[in-house]
């Protein structure tokens, strides 16, 4: 592309999923530089529309495999304003184009990578089959396509074990991620992989204990032209992008392997290599032990740090994607620390609560993360969204913190609160007492069930014990993977189908209990008269979580935890009972 040609213009595809902050970097790292930032398939809650140098957000149809409305729209956009860069910020942008190659690689200002490189980066055995060819230090490995591999796996490997499926978002369901999981157990690896086998096969791999480190980089024709590299203080507990990171020297065997890669793959654009280290600390290597995980051949979460050390790679793909004169800098700022509030706040609520005795967790003692928030306290740190030329999207993001910081302050002040005892003793007392008890729920399928089977475990037969739900449609089978973990737990639901709560069900019962603050609040509307023997299950035990919130729009691990949860609960009560 010609530079007497340039518009000046950018279009950014695609929304920050799960509170990263890639797209506004990116629009940021651009707009700064004076060019006009346009965005498209973003969502209407996503703080980075609001930044002021987002300049227009265009109405671009979501993608459907069945029409080509949004392609038709889309391309006659970047002919109408003519940009210069049509970047997607992640994957769930970056596959409609890929599956419309044809078409979108015949448009110069789109960005893609070539055909070879997209498939290796964006699938997971590709990318551990490229590094294993290529003499790069991965874990060990197993594909399999069928459960009855179970006890073949557990004899070649140790738990610990890492699943992941091929790819991370399906064309099909771009909303919903296909996660990696870890199994503890022999129970945990059959949920998972009958769960994940749904999908094509699975890469078994052992777990690695290192902290994750991140090469990232942009590259022209197999040649690395810059590197950047990130070590992850805070990674979520059971593995995934990072809330809090520091950039630190790259690595001479990490950025070896990087190199080896991007020149297999005649890589040309930006990524990002991912490997765990053996790190004593997150401040020096103990080893040389590392392993190869995957690439992300797409803008990465942790961007924001990135750009605010030196490396500004969103606009050093624009020079190279336009042509223009690309000035690399010399290095990047190392010690640079960069932080996701709202991420981190979750971190650091899930973190003090962790069982910290099985390393595999990504956990960090509470006295170090403690002095790493002095950082915060000091301002001596970057911030993922804050920026001094750029308020809005901060202050957005402080009003969503604050809310998600006093539900939880509520939550400890129940839990705590001397309040708690007298609660909980009324609870388990009406519960004693009680010869037929109602369990509800939203829906029937997946925690009033499991609660009801549990609680005809752990009480005596002479109580009836039922459980319904207040959605209307009655028949439904719990889903497959609620069936599975229950199982986990010794506990048989394949057989259930949902009730709708009936008034004479409500007047029979003793003692109703239910799990969260809308289903009490919902059945003391419908069911006034009755008031005065609606409890919350949580309230069975004297310690823990009151609420416990539906999991259905959560994975495999939301689901395991809440199942834990309301088993704790029910345990707690009925060892005193039974005394």
Known sequence: MSNKSLSGKVLVLGTDFKNYRSCLAIIRSLGRKGLHVDLAWNSVDDIARHSKYAAEIHDIPDFSPDEDSWKNKLIELIGHKRYDLVVPCNEQASAPLEANRTEFEKIPAVYLLNQRAYEIAFDKFKSNDLARSLGISVPQSRRIASIAEIDTILSEFQLPLVLKP?????LESLQRKNYVYKAYSKKELFTTLRFLLKS????VQENFIGVGTGIGFIANHGELLYAFQHVRLHEPLMGGGSSYRKSAPCHPGLLDATSKLIKEMNYTGVGMAEYKVDFRSAQEPASDKWIFLEINGRFWGSLPLAVSAGADFPYFLYCLK?????KLPAGYKTGIYARNTIRDFVWITENIFADKTEPSRNTVPNGTVALELLRFITFREKNDTWAIDDLTPGLLEFGRLFKIKMALVRRILMTLSPWRFIRSYRTRRALHRARSVLVVCFGNIYRSPFAERYLRKRLPESVIIHSAGYLPQSGRQCHERAID???????????????IIAPEAVEKADIILTFDKENRKTLKNIFPVAAEKIFLLGMLSFTGPVYFEDPVEGNLYTIRNNYKAIKTAIDSFAEGYLR
């Open 322 to 326: 336009t042509d223009t004169p690309l």
């Open 166 to 170: 091929s790819i991370s978002f399906s």
């Open 485 to 499: 973990i229950a199982a986990e737990f010794d506990i048989a639901m394949a057989d259930h189908r949902s009730r």
């Open 200 to 203: 094509g096969a699975v890469l």
